[in-house]
């Protein structure tokens, strides 16, 4: 088991940047991929980004890609999104999720220990 605890969420106007952390702990963090996940009001849980447990390869949705950045610290054990250019349709509870190898994924069942999740809202 892993215990994951995301922060970093806020208030932001359209156009302006947050950065959301998750530090791991418990099970070995280092090897396992990672990912991120959100939950818009009346929505179901979606894909956002990924990475696999060097930093190496990363992947993202396509409403995130070029905006949005997942890097991690295996010597912090914590996992980040750098989120840019946040548009209102952004807003939402966001997900850190640890996986259950070592390549990332953008399938949930692929995850089996997920956080609390932090409140991200951007105004426009």
């Known amino acids: 088991q892993v215990q994951l605890v995301e922060s970093g969420g806020g208030l932001v106007q359209a156009g302006g940047s947050l950065r959301l952390s998750c530090a791991a702990s418990?099970?070995?963090?280092?090897?396992?991929?990672m990912g991120w996940f959100r939950r818009a009001p009346g929505k179901e849980r979606e894909f956002v980004a990924t990475i696999s447990w060097s930093g190496g390869n990363t992947y993202y949705a396509d409403s995130v890609k070029g905006r949005f950045t997942i890097s991690r610290d295996n010597a912090k054990n914590t996992v980040y999104l750098q989120m840019n250019s946040l548009k209102p349709e952004d807003t939402a509870v966001y997900y850190c999720?640890?996986?259950?190898?070592?390549?990332?994924?953008?399938?949930?069942?692929?995850?089996?220990?997920w956080g609390q999740g932090t409140q991200v809202s951007v105004s426009s």
């Open positions: 999720a640890a996986g259950q190898s070592s390549s990332g994924s953008y399938n949930q069942r692929e995850y089996n220990n």
């Open positions: 418990g099970r070995t963090f280092r090897w396992y991929a």
